[in-house]
């Protein structure tokens, strides 16, 4: 029976084109979000919005059903297919929900104008022609969207473990991945600490990007109750899945933890590195421990910097904020100290096995010398 092609091979083609779907809906995003006016008016404002959130997801999946080729004559073996054109639709949620403004536009019942606002952060809403009480119902509904996209996030997560279990477990791949054991076996690795090392750096860079485009729409509920759950959503959904991804990408470990130890570990990489950014940028660890009532906006007392400007004027809570920014760099330092020590561990290691196995065959070469001039 011919075996099933090799797992990134399976893999290569939904991986590679939902990437590149994904990117191209960051682009459109950030374009729509330039020319994008909310009518600001009850009447229209859900239906108006409606239409960002339903037609550009529902051309997304079309287009990957098209890329990818649908499966109308067998569904079973058409269902990956047809998961996977569903992660660029609820990536492109995702990024509506992160952004904000389309979420408030849509619950805003007050008539007003769009304009930029004056007392917060950059942000575009509908001031209201006559009072300013709606401010705050606007704050909510921002930090309420982002929330929806960290829901949405999380259903991508757990449909990516799910996935990666059951194939895990599936008896089909079990039988390819004994058989490529003993290809495996044979060769001293080097292919596959390449691999990882490429398919690392990729996914760093990609989180990189996806941190700065975070960081734009990110905003602090500036509330105590709140700051640290919702912020450490930040930290941990993203992390958790770059590192389901990575061994998706890298192929089922399963069975091969023993035989290439470090290539597993060093699954845990691409993680540690969004943790290292987000600790480095500083607002998310200082948005977590501020433990005060307050409005997210720009300081400009320091570097431009956004901070929860507390309702009650306090001197000490500039200095506290600043301190939590230091604070979250050195975490961030050490964490990146990790890394180092790793690289540097397993650099060690690489050598001295390399010299381990020089003697064993000049040993060996040796031996078989004499066995022929005997």
Known sequence: MEL???????????????????????????IVEMEYRCPCDPKWNSLFTSTFFILPAVIAFMVMLKVQGPRCNNMCKGVLVYLSSLIPPLVWLVILFFDGQYFACAKSNWNGTFVISKEDAPRKWCEPAETVVEMDDHRKFLVQSQVIGLALLLVIFVALTIFLCVNCCNTGLQTMIIEQQKKVDKNDGKKDVKKAFVSHVVCSFILLGLEKIVEMEYRCPCDPKWNSLFTSTF?????????VVMIIVQGPTCKQVSKRPLVCLSNLIPPLMWLIILFFDGQYFACAKSNWNGTFVISNEDAPRKWCKPDEAVPTQMDDHRKFLVQSQVIGMVLLSVICAAVIVSVCKDCCCEKCCEAVDEEREEEEGTELNS
């Open 235 to 243: 930290f941990i959904l993203p992390a958790v899945t770059a590192f």
């Open 4 to 30: 099933p092609k090799p797992w990134f091979k399976l893999l290569k083609k939904h991986v590679v084109s939902n990437v590149g779907c994904i990117f191209i809906l960051l682009g459109l995003e950030k």
